[in-house]
């Protein structure tokens, strides 16, 4: 997808859709508090700073499941050194980290996820990064219209006289490893696969050596509902919170298991009284069949 740029107090913002989510120029963030000259030395000079490479550090841990927590010890371990000048590239090359990374050429800069984007603006100045949220909420505001545009309109379009809605479709082998029973796995276990098996029911290892192929371009995340989507943002908010309160892995985990059961089930129920309903309001003059009748109820 093409780049995109926002306006953030007369400073341009380049906004990257990549495969796992937005990412947001820091270098051009960095241009809000000094030149353009100069806005690479102070994205490293936030690299060195031990608040922010332990903030790094737990998001890889969240959603990254090669990242490499030894070797992210290093770079803490060295902060506030005055020998201590650590790169982009040499975080990313040795922690294996996804949160960051570099784009070459003339539009290029270092590029970062939208949580790390926000966290990276703070430090240069509060205010700004009021300015760039309310910046990015109003594209992702103008995205999603539009593609509700689009969506109208292919609507308007089909020839069908009745709503079609079906949730995303698991085409995929399920691992065959209970780790519900057996929790020896979990001592080893990174944050994202915590919640990986807590909502799915298995980890994100088991299933690409389950789905070799399509574990080549595509994640479990990447065929999940929409419901289940929901959940795991949940899950993570609360995961983050369970573990500031000091609570263990195993605590943790069947908090979450218990929490992504019962708002899976919620959500799958209103989403089925939902369809009834729109079948009810849909079914046409002509006798058209209503979807409602293939659903289980």
């Known amino acids: 997808m093409k780049n995109r ?20 120029c820091i270098t051009d963030i960095a241009k809000a508090k000094s030149n353009s000259a100069r806005a690479a030395d102070v994205v490293r000079n936030w690299l060195r700073n031990r608040g922010t490479l332990e903030y790094l550090s737990v998001w890889e841990q969240i959603y990254n499941p090669d990242f490499k927590v030894f070797e992210s010890e290093h770079f803490k371990k060295q902060a506030g ?7 982009v590239s040499e975080w990313i090359n040795k922690t294996n980290a996804i949160g960051l ?6 539009y290029g800069g270092t590029f970062a996820h939208k949580d790390l984007a926000f966290e990276f603006a703070s430090a240069i100045s509060p205010v700004f990064k009021l300015y760039l949220i309310k910046e990015f909420q109003r594209l ?20 069908s006289n009745y709503l079609i809605q079906t949730d995303a479709v698991k ?40 789905n070799p192929e399509l574990a080549k371009k595509s ?3 990447d065929f999940a509902t929409i419901n289940e989507l929901t ?15 000091g609570k263990g892995k195993e605590e943790r985990f069947k908090s979450l298991q218990e929490i992504a059961e019962y708002q899976l089930n919620v959500l799958n129920t209103a989403e089925q009284i939902k369809r009834i ?5 849909d079914v046409t003059s002509s006798g058209a069949l209503c979807l409602r009748d293939s659903l289980p109820i």
């Open 140 to 159: 992702k505001e103008e995205e999603n219209n539009s593609r509700q545009i689009e969506w109208n309109a292919k609507r308007f379009l089909s020839k």
């Open 81 to 87: 050194l005055l020998t201590f000048t650590p790169s």
């Open 219 to 221: 994640n479990v995340r």
């Open 101 to 106: 990374h570099v784009k070459r050429g003339k």
């Open 171 to 210: 085409n995929y082998l399920l691992p065959q490893i209970n780790y519900m029973e057996n929790l020896q796995w979990l001592a080893y276990a990174e944050e994202a696969d915590i919640l990986n098996v807590a909502l799915f029911g298995f980890t994100a290892k088991a299933w690409r050596e389950a």
């Open 5 to 24: 740029i926002i306006d953030v107090q007369n400073v341009k913002i380049t906004i990257s859709k990549e495969e796992l989510d937005d990412y947001i």
């Open 231 to 245: 959940v795991l943002s949940n899950l993570e908010s609360h995961n983050a919170q369970m573990i500031k309160e």
């Open 277 to 281: 309903e729109i079948c009810d309001n």
